[in-house]
C-alpha cells in the first residue's frame, strides 16, 4: 500500500513538472490600436501554440509606449520608425534598440483635405497641420516638397521644421500638433499630413481619400523596438517571426488593400 502511495506520489510530482514546464512565457508589446495592435492580435494564437502568451498594451500617442518600454512595463512596443526612434532616443537621453529582423509594414503618410480635391485648387494663405515630433514633421514636409508645393532648404533634412523652408509660395500657415489629433482638424485646416495609423484609425482609407501618398519605397518602415537587455529574447524572436509570416503578409494586403504595406 506504502509502496503503490508513493508511486502515485511520484507520478503527481512528475505531471505537476511537466505541466510547469509548459507554462507560457508572458509577453508584453505596447502598441497603438490601428494597425499595429491590430497585428498583434493576429499573430497572438500563433505564439500561444509556440508557448508564449502575448498581452498587448493599446497606447493613443506616441510617447507612453517608449516610456512604458524604458520603465519595464512592457518588454517591447510595436508603434514607430527608425528617424522617430533615433530623435526620441536623442531628445529624451533612452536607449531604445530595434529589435532583429525589427521591420513589418511601411505607413505610407499622407495629404488629406476635406476643403480642396485636388493640389490644384490649394488657395494662398491655406493652413496646413502637420505633426509636432521631429521626425514625422520632417516626413510631412518631404511630402510637401515632393508634391511642388514647398522647397526645403535642405532637400534631404529628414528633420526639417517649417523653419527651413527655402521656398513657400502660396504662404501657407503651418500649425503642429499631436499626431493623434490631426484627423480632428482636418474640419478647420486646408491641408492635414496625418499618419496613416491615426487615419486608418479615424475612418480614412489613404489609398482613397488621401490626395497624395508616399510611395510604397517610404524608408519609414514601422519595427518592434525593445530595451537592450531583451530585445534578443526568445519571446521577441517568436514574435518576429510571426509578425514577418507568410500569413501576416497575406493579413496585412488583404485587411489594408494598400493603405499599409508589407516591408518584408
Same mark, same amino acid.
Given at each position: 500500500m506504502i509502496?503503490?502511495?508513493?508511486?502515485?506520489?511520484?507520478? /503527481?510530482?512528475?505531471?505537476?513538472?511537466?505541466?510547469?514546464? /509548459?507554462?507560457?512565457?508572458?509577453?508584453?508589446?505596447?502598441?497603438?490600436?490601428?494597425?499595429?495592435?491590430?497585428?498583434?492580435?493576429? /499573430?497572438?494564437?500563433?505564439?500561444?501554440?509556440?508557448?508564449?502568451?502575448?498581452?498587448?498594451?493599446?497606447?493613443?500617442?506616441?510617447?507612453?509606449?517608449?516610456?512604458?518600454?524604458?520603465?519595464?512595463?512592457?518588454?517591447?512596443?510595436?508603434?514607430?520608425?527608425?528617424?522617430?526612434?533615433?530623435?526620441?532616443?536623442?531628445?529624451?537621453?533612452?536607449?531604445?534598440?530595434?529589435?532583429?529582423?525589427?521591420?513589418?509594414?511601411?505607413?505610407?503618410?499622407?495629404?488629406y483635405s476635406r476643403k480642396i480635391k485636388s493640389l490644384n485648387d490649394l488657395q494662398d494663405s491655406a493652413t496646413v497641420v502637420l505633426p509636432n515630433d521631429p521626425s514625422n514633421g520632417g516626413r510631412a514636409l518631404l511630402l510637401l516638397q515632393k508634391a511642388g508645393i514647398i522647397k526645403l532648404k535642405d532637400p534631404t533634412n529628414i528633420l526639417s521644421t517649417s523653419r527651413d523652408l527655402a521656398e513657400n509660395p502660396h504662404k501657407l500657415k503651418f500649425r503642429e500638433l499631436d499626431a493623434a489629433f490631426l484627423p480632428r482638424a482636418l474640419d478647420d485646416a486646408d491641408l492635414a499630413l496625418i499618419n496613416t495609423n491615426y487615419a486608418l484609425a479615424a475612418g480614412l482609407q489613404p489609398t482613397r481619400d488621401a490626395l497624395l501618398l508616399e510611395g510604397a519605397d517610404s524608408p519609414y518602415a514601422n519595427i518592434v523596438t525593445a530595451r537592450p537587455d531583451n530585445a534578443e529574447s526568445p519571446a521577441i524572436a517568436k514574435l518576429m517571426k510571426a509578425l514577418r509570416s507568410p500569413e501576416t503578409k497575406k493579413f496585412i494586403e488583404e485587411k489594408y488593400k494598400g493603405a499599409i504595406i508589407p516591408a518584408f
Open positions: 509502496k503503490k502511495l508513493a508511486r502515485r506520489l511520484t507520478a /503527481v510530482a512528475v505531471l505537476s513538472l511537466a505541466v510547469a514546464g /509548459v507554462q507560457a512565457e508572458t509577453l508584453s508589446v505596447a502598441a497603438t490600436p490601428v494597425p499595429h495592435a491590430e497585428l498583434l492580435e493576429f /499573430v497572438k494564437p500563433k505564439l500561444k501554440a509556440e508557448g508564449v502568451e502575448l498581452r498587448v498594451r493599446v497606447f493613443n500617442d506616441y510617447v507612453q509606449p517608449i516610456q512604458a518600454t524604458v520603465d519595464k512595463a512592457v518588454d517591447a512596443n510595436f508603434f514607430l520608425h527608425r528617424p522617430y526612434l533615433d530623435s526620441f532616443n536623442k531628445e529624451h537621453k533612452t536607449n531604445i534598440v530595434p529589435v532583429p529582423e525589427a521591420a513589418v509594414h511601411v505607413e505610407p503618410f499622407g495629404l
